[in-house]
């Protein structure tokens, strides 16, 4: 992987992740944040924090594929493998925390959060794949 | 990595890390999470949860080395490299979306957790290297 196709993939992945937190996280579980005691109001929150983070986040999955591409199929099948396997990692048991140490925190949204960032990764991974197949060359 | 090794490899670091966190979050830090308004009490959990989440954590990460191990060095060292990048996309942007999110989470505390993640993330690293060395022939 080069420095180019790591840059390109970066923002591909930065721009994906923060449309799906917005509709993941913001549309579909940002009612139920505001009823869970231990959470912050969604008001007091700079935005640009969580689009930066999202930001960061798809630099780290880039970066660290790139370090790991030797062991993985580049193709969107192996960086929909590589994601998947993040999204686990990332997600169990850190997703589960929540449920025992905050207050009020349902235990059903914990599965959520475990299966959209799983969703989310395997997206990235799918088209982090697509970016980085070799190209096949032509007669 | 053979079975055995996985197995050996999530007994090991799971103790380890359970250790580690008795010391750390049980004692060192125990009077801070009391003080964050947005956590439960920890004398209200039950303390099986922590010890089970590091073993499942333990095996997840030995089990994504085991897929990933070709792209390092086969040497304490290099695992090594792999439990700290695995860390690092653990931990972020994880660890400071939390110290958004929660009510009263001192933002300190998620430097520390990063800190944290990644020697535990070394330390995980370097056994899953000792484990998985090449045996050298005797004469």
Redesign the interface.
């Known amino acids: 992987m080069n420095s180019k196709q790591l840059l390109l993939a970066f923002l591909i992945l930065g721009i994906i992740g923060n449309v799906y937190d917005i509709l993941f996280h913001g549309v579909m579980l940002g009612p139920t944040y505001a009823t869970i ?4 109001d969604n008001s007091s ?1 700079n935005p640009l ?2 689009i930066l ?2 930001f ?2 798809a630099f ?2 880039v970066w ?1 594929f790139s ?6 199929e580049k193709n969107p099948m192996g960086g929909v493998m590589y994601g998947f ?2 999204g ?3 997600t ?3 997703m ?2 929540e449920a ?4 009020g925190f349902p235990l059903w949204l914990s599965f959520a959060w475990i299966a959209g960032f799983i969703i989310k990764f395997v997206i990235y991974g799918a088209v982090l794949g697509m970016l980085v197949r070799p190209k096949k060359a032509t007669a | 990595m053979k079975i055995k090794q996985l197995l050996l490899g999530t007994v090991i670091i799971g103790v380890i890390w359970n250790i580690a966190d008795f010391i750390l979050q049980g004692i060192i830090l125990k009077s801070t999470y009391e003080s964050i308004s947005g956590y439960v009490s920890m004398d209200s959990i039950n303390p099986v949860w922590w010890i089970l989440f590091d073993f499942i954590q333990a095996f997840l990460v030995t089990w994504f080395f085991r897929k990933v191990m070709s792209s390092f060095e086969r040497s304490p060292q290099g695992a090594m490299l792999f439990g700290v990048f695995l860390a690092i996309i653990l931990a972020v942007p994880t660890v400071f979306i939390e110290g958004i999110t929660v009510k009263g989470f001192p933002m300190w505390l998620a430097w520390l957790w990063l800190v944290q993640y990644i020697i535990y993330g070394a330390v995980a690293g370097y056994i899953l290297g000792m484990l998985s060395k090449p045996k050298i022939a005797t004469a």
Do not use: N, Q, T
């Open positions: 005691p231990s959470m912050a929150m924090w969580f983070f999202d960061i986040g780290l999955f660290v370090r790991m591409e030797s062991s993985l396997l993040v686990i990692l990332v169990i048991p850190g589960l925390y025992v140490m905050y207050k």
